[in-house]
């Protein structure tokens, strides 16, 4: 996932407008939904695209063209039956990642029944960090060092192989400052920087977590 696919948010309480929120400010093409008119109107300062209308009707689904998007957050885990029915309809709709925010266990199994590729509990996950692990998904680990600040690790390109770091400016082209290079399970935090990345080669770097979307 990342800031190339299109998300909707459907839910507009508290964590559901900060996911909508955190995605928007990074850039990705969000549709937020809720049912309560002042919901939206709160929400629309900061969302743009945000539509008042029950998603828990299948027509309803269909005119907001959700069958379109790439990720749906069902963040209604205060209503049972409202989450189950719009997780399930996302899914009959083609949606091809569906994650739901749920209230216990029991919350949790009915919505993985019913197609949900993944269950979010808020008390252990915010909204900002759901929308940012979204964002950021395709490293192969990160860690937030800060609100701001991430540490990442990601295979080098193929169109880096052959190249140095000194070739590739990658402080300067993305915002990257690379800590160490990992070659099988050797890792090195003193490098050359004039020598060629090889394939198969990992980097981990250190970026401002919203300059990470200049790498996908």
């Known amino acids: 996932m990342s800031i190339n696919k299109t998300y909707a948010v459907l839910g507009l309480g508290r964590y559901g407008t900060a996911?909508?929120?955190?995605?928007?400010?990074?850039?990705?093409?969000?549709?937020?939904?809720?049912?309560?008119?002042?919901?939206?109107?709160?929400?629309?300062?900061?969302?743009?695209?945000?539509?008042c209308a029950d998603v828990t009707d299948a027509e309803v689904i269909e005119k907001?063209?959700?069958?379109?998007?790439?990720v749906a957050i069902v963040a209604m885990a205060n209503n049972l039956e409202a989450s189950v029915l719009a997780t399930s309809l996302c899914?009959?709709?083609?949606?091809?990642?569906?994650?739901?925010?749920?209230g216990s266990e029991l919350h949790?199994?009915?919505?993985?029944?019913?197609?949900?590729?993944?269950?979010?509990f808020p008390e252990k996950e915010s909204g900002k960090r759901?929308?940012?692990?979204?964002?950021?998904?395709?490293?192969?680990?990160?860690?937030?060092?800060?609100?701001?600040?991430?540490m990442v690790e990601f295979e080098v390109r193929d169109e880096w192989v052959g190249k140095n770091l000194v070739d590739l400016q990658l402080r300067k082209k993305y915002s990257?400052?690379?800590?160490?290079?990992?070659?099988?399970?050797?890792?090195?935090?003193a490098f050359d920087p004039h020598e060629p990345f090889k394939k198969g080669m990992r980097?981990?770097?250190?970026a401002e977590t919203q300059k990470l979307q200049k790498l996908k």
Not at 130 to 150: P, Y
Not at 177 to 188: F, H, K, L, Q, R
Not at 203 to 206: E, G, Q, W
């Open 19 to 51: 996911v909508a929120e955190e995605l928007v400010n990074n850039g990705a093409e969000v549709l937020a939904v809720d049912i309560d008119q002042n919901n939206v109107n709160n929400a629309s300062l900061n969302i743009p695209l945000c539509k």
């Open 64 to 70: 907001l063209g959700i069958s379109n998007i790439d």
């Open 91 to 102: 899914k009959e709709a083609g949606v091809k990642t569906v994650i739901a925010k749920c």
């Open 108 to 120: 949790s199994k009915i919505l993985y029944n019913v197609g949900a590729d993944r269950v979010i």
């Open 130 to 150: 759901l929308a940012r692990t979204l964002l950021t998904a395709g490293f192969s680990e990160m860690i937030e060092l800060s609100d701001k600040i991430s």
């Open 176 to 189: 990257i400052n690379v800590v160490a290079i990992c070659e099988g399970e050797n890792i090195s935090t």
């Open 203 to 206: 980097l981990i770097v250190i």
